[in-house]
């Protein structure tokens, strides 16, 4: 099938269409999980712990319990009977440790906002105004805050249980590393760190869980991506059957990996409801949102490079160090950022020698965990930054050592050092086409034009890989019960028109849109004719939810495959109808056709006419099957891997230290593209997030462990005031490994984005000899770096 | 997080406002636009009994020209006082210092007295007040009475104001200004500044308002007389370093601050002319 021809029949899959799910949700009529109400229900709010690593002496709920409207007031002790603890660990990942963790502290609490007890109210705040009145005593222990000293000897141990505060450790060792920067003409060598930051959604997150004792049958409403993992998790947990509960995902504002983790205070609201027999609502507010949901980020790393004159790499030798707050998170652990890090490093590039080492600390901070592009925007800055200090320290441009050292597009397949298996990648043509896009010579001219005027301009490039349409390997393999396959229900209804029921979810991004494009076109029926339900555990098939940019390339696919097999019973049944051979029939336009003539034989909506109330006139033992079903999961690779590359062009204030970004550029392969508007802004978006970790976004923490900066007034989010344009280009390599072709795009903005700002500053401060290796770039960093004023109150 | 719980009046006339405030006491806030207390009850850092909404009195809200002086009502919103024509050409200003403030959601509902009487050391508005040595209506259960700002902004969200008395007004000589500038630097648009400046250059006199420098945005003396004077700038630049307090915050030490105070004053005064 070459969706690249335009004029193919009923074509969908390229169409750049508006969501329009959108409709209802610019129009105040979208349905939160937030905005659902049950009858009887109690709403839940949390006391968190106020120390980051403390002991829990004395709780007293009692004067909490007397205050107006309070139905339940419960801590750790109560509840020990309701739900089971959970350890974050994986038996791919080896060594991984983790603790127990319960869904409110029991005897001590370990990071700044875990919850300790929680209040059930008729009221937000009448549960809050009680939630005032628990009474805890805690003795204070000494916080363990930064990763590198959680590691010292001596350090105090976070889980005494456990022996240390390493949480997970990996070295990986190809070729002969010594040797090779033996034999390097130069050596570079930086410390880069990557600072602490969180997913903002627009929709904190939220459950109303509804425990039915009557059907004795848990259903919760949950802003996740993933119902069927989290279905999973509250039987497990609860002590139910899977058939028990049911888990509905209404409209979702916002995920980036968010909303895919087991929350200890989501767990408790859960519990609660089975206890009470009550529906039970959390909706987590801003300011609890920063120091409860997950983080991400936080590594240093020490890299080095070993280069030849002419510009090769041939080697790189990493250590990186993490800090993933108290626990591992659970179920999909928080190595995965660390061990992507060490995956992914020199990705794009063609070289032989690799040796890693990565180190994964508990620390008395706020849990970290995946969050869009895991690990990838490291990776990314710590090769490009290397590159660009090579090319600088060679006196070459860095655009001649990128072509010099990417992997020929002529070269695929082809396993990268650390062992990935590319199937097809493009990056000299993203490289040539970015080129274009940007008039990167132009550019150059200008920078050098206006660096004579004291402006100081800087253009930066980045290189990337992105994981994308995981199988099995992520988490099914260490046995993790999240489902590596996606299913697709389609079903003709009796009018002519299509319900898609499928089993990954939309938050935003606009997989409704692009599963009815795709289920549009491999039926050969108008667009508007289909509906698309998703994420509902009682309704779709089952299957992984929407994660790791694969929502497009599995469940696309599943919807592809169960349209085609849908459109191969229609004809069989039109067949019988005309009496004709099916494959003399085709199906477009919303009615069966003469393949050879394209005339019209019988629509969908006669047939379906037919088959739903005339079964009667049917030639005898055919029975129409008017609905059909198909999953999906890649096999031969485990990672359908894209590649793409991105610059930044920007200026410098050196007297301010501000930095205005000028503008922003990326070419990328996904392979097919199923609707370039929707990629385009997953891409634009994802583009933004990363210039928030190169610029803005910090989780600061003190020496104590307490976040400073935990409210939106100081946590300083990407706004569109400070974005510049971003243009977009494409090259496309489809995936051989299914009929439509696509891959993930969802992280691709985000991957490189940071990279390339930071190599932009950098090459501003050029001529100043100066390099910086620390994101964000705050003004504060880039004055001091330049030394502009003197630490003292003489002249500025 | 939600409030804790309170009551709420909206009485018909200025005078039936200052009576319930002075009735109620500490235990009862005025509000105007919402838009600083409204976030301080969320956060539960303040918990009055009683609101007193002042939102919709009419006769907070004009904006008038009379005598060589421009009165603005304090009730008068961001955006109103924003887009005004005699604002925009009596007190520039003031409309340039208020593209700054927050964004048009908040504009179209913050007060200028509200930002005023709230005397947030970073807010912009305190700054030109001083700048255009602007003078404060207050009126309490013992009359009207008049504040220069200079004597108005007492420390970290403090006034002169007493706690019964209303912020009615600000009153704003226009003297021809020769000269004035704004600058501030915020990391994103509408956020408060790292610092900033509202400067003023009347006959015979230059003021130098700053914000986000410390418990209360404040005139810089020194700099100001040697540039009144006719000194040289960079003169007035070595002089912040005694006007302006030593103020650390996470985004910026003290002395990065003093710094990029010395970089708004070249860049404004600059602009003016040679010196
Ligand atoms: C996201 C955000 C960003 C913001 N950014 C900025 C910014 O960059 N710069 C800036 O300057 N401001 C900013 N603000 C604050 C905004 O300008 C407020 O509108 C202003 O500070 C207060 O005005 P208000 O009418 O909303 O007052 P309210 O919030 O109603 O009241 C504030 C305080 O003043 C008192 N008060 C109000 N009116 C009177 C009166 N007439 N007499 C006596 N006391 C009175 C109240 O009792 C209360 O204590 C921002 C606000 C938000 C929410």
Known sequence: ?796 | MKAAAFDYIRPETLGAAITLLSKHGPDAKLIAGGQSLLPALNLRLSAPGLLIDIGRLAELRDITLADRTLHIGAGCTHAHVMNHPIVQRHAPLIARALTEVAHPAIRARGTFGGSLANADPAAELPACALALDAVMHAQGPEGPRRIPAAHFFTSLFETALAPDEVLTGVDIPIQGDTQWGFAELARRTGDYAMVGLAAVARPGTIRLGWFSVGQTAILAHRAAAILTEGGPLEAACTALADDLPAHDDPQASAAMRLHLARVLLRRVVGAWGER
């Not at chain 1, 060792?173 to 600072?195: K, L, S, V």
């Not at chain 1, 997950?294 to 080095?304: E, K, L």
């Not at chain 1, 990128?402 to 990268?416: E, G, K, M, Q, V």
């Not at chain 1, 593209?673 to 802004?681: F, G, K, M, S, T």
Request: one cysteine or more; aromatic letters at 6%.
């Open chain 1, 1 to 796: 099938m070459k969706f690249s021809n335009p004029a193919r029949p009923d074509a969908q899959i390229g169409l750049a269409r508006a969501r329009p799910q959108a409709r209802a949700l610019v129009q105040g009529r979208g349905t939160f999980a937030s905005d659902i109400t049950v009858p009887r229900m109690v709403h839940a709010a949390f006391l968190r712990s106020p120390y980051a690593h403390a002991t829990i002496t004395a709780i007293d709920l009692a004067q909490a319990r007397t205050m107006p409207g309070v139905v339940a007031v419960l801590d750790g002790a109560a509840m020990a009977d309701l739900c089971t603890p959970w350890v974050g660990v994986l038996t791919h990942l080896k060594g991984l440790k983790s603790a127990p963790q319960h869904p409110l502290a029991v005897g001590r609490v370990r990071w700044q906002g875990e919850p300790v007890a929680m209040v059930l109210a008729n009221t937000r705040a009448q549960a809050e105004d009680a939630a005032e009145h628990i009474m805890v005593s805690y003795d204070p222990l000494p916080p363990v805050v930064d990763a590198a000293a959680a590691l010292a000897p001596g350090a105090p141990i976070i889980h005494p249980e456990l022996g240390d505060n390493l949480a997970f450790e990996r070295h990986i060792d190809t070729g002969n590393t010594d040797a090779a920067f033996a034999a390097a003409d130069h050596i570079i060598e930086a410390d880069f760190t990557f600072g602490r930051h969180t997913g903002v959604t627009l929709e904190a997150r939220a459950v109303v869980a509804d425990w039915n004792e009557g059907e004795q049958r848990l259903t919760v409403h949950q802003g996740t991506q993933v119902p069927h993992m989290m279905q999973t998790i509250y039987a497990l947990h609860l002590g139910l059957d899977e058939s028990q509960v049911r888990v509905i995902c209404p409209d979702v504002g916002g995920s980036f990996g968010i909303k895919i983790h087991v929350y200890p205070d989501e767990m408790a609201a859960v519990a609660a409801s089975r206890l009470l027999r009550r529906p039970v609502r959390f909706a987590a507010d801003r300011l609890e949102s920063f120091v409860s949901d997950i983080h991400a980020r936080d590594h240093t790393v020490h890299a080095r490079l070993a280069v030849m004159n002419d510009g090769t790499i041939t080697g790189f030798d990493i250590d990186d160090l993490t800090g993933i707050g108290p626990y591992s998170a659970y179920p999909r652990t928080s190595a995965v950022e660390a061990n992507q890090v060490i995956n992914l490093i020199g990705g794009p590039y063609r070289f032989a020698h690799y040796r890693a080492r990565t180190r994964v600390a508990f620390q008395n901070k706020a849990m970290m965990s995946q969050y869009r592009a895991v690990g990838h925007p490291i990776a990314t800055s710590v090769t490009e930054g290397l590159l660009d200090r090579a090319a600088q320290r060679l006196g070459i441009d860095p655009v001649t050592i990128r072509r010099r050292n990417l992997i020929p597009d002529d070269a695929y397949p082809c396993t990268s050092p650390s062992g990935m298996r590319f199937e097809a990648l493009s990056h000299h043509a993203c490289l040539d086409r970015l080129l274009t896009l940007m008039d990167y010579d132009g550019l150059r001219a200008e920078q050098a034009s206006l660096r004579e005027r004291g402006i100081m301009r800087g253009i930066g490039i980045a290189s990337f890989i992105e994981i994308t349409n995981p199988g099995a390997a992520f988490y099914g393999v260490g046995g993790a019960r999240i489902s590596a396959q996606d299913g697709a229900t389609i079903r003709l209804d009796a009018t002519g028109r299509l319900i898609v029921q499928a089993s990954v979810t939309e938050q935003g991004q606009g997989t409704t849109t692009i599963l009815a494009q795709i289920a549009a076109e491999a039926m050969g029926v108008a667009f508007e004719h289909i509906r698309v339900m998703l994420g509902d555990t009682d309704i779709t098939p089952y299957g992984g939810g929407t994660w790791a940019s694969r929502a497009a390339g599995i469940g696309g696919e599943a919807t592809w495959q169960a349209a085609r097999a849908l459109r191969d019973q229609i004809l069989t049944l039109a067949a019988s109808i005309l009496q004709e051979t099916p494959t003399n029939l085709d199906i477009s336009g919303g009615a069966v056709i003469d393949h050879a003539s394209r005339a019209e034989r019988i629509t969908l909506a006669e047939l379906a006419r037919i088959a739903y109330f005339r079964p009667d006139t049917l030639p005898k033992g055919i029975q129409a099957e008017l609905i059909a079903t198909r999953h999906y999961v890649p096999r031969e690779y485990p990672f359908a891997f894209t590649n793409g590359i991105q610059a930044a062009w920007l200026e410098l204030d050196t007297e301010t230290g501000f930095i205005t970004l000028l503008k922003h550029w990326v070419v990328e392969d996904c392979g097919t593209i199923i609707n370039p508007l929707l990629v385009d802004e997953q891409i634009r978006g994802g583009v933004v997030q990363g210039i928030g970790a190169a610029l803005f976004e910090q989780c600061d923490y003190d020496s104590e462990g307490q976040m400073l900066n935990a409210s939106m007034a100081d946590y300083l989010v990407p706004m569109a005031g400070e974005m510049p344009d971003i243009i977009i280009g494409h090259v496309t390599t489809p995936t051989a490994e299914s009929t439509i072709g696509a891959k993930g795009a969802g992280e691709a903005g985000t991957a490189a984005a940071a990279a390339a700002v930071a190599n932009a500053v950098n090459d501003a401060l050029s001529p100043r000899g100066i390099t910086i290796d620390t994101i964000p770039l705050t003004p504060a960093r880039i004055l001091a770096a330049l030394a502009t004023y003197a630490d003292g109150v003489g002249r500025g």
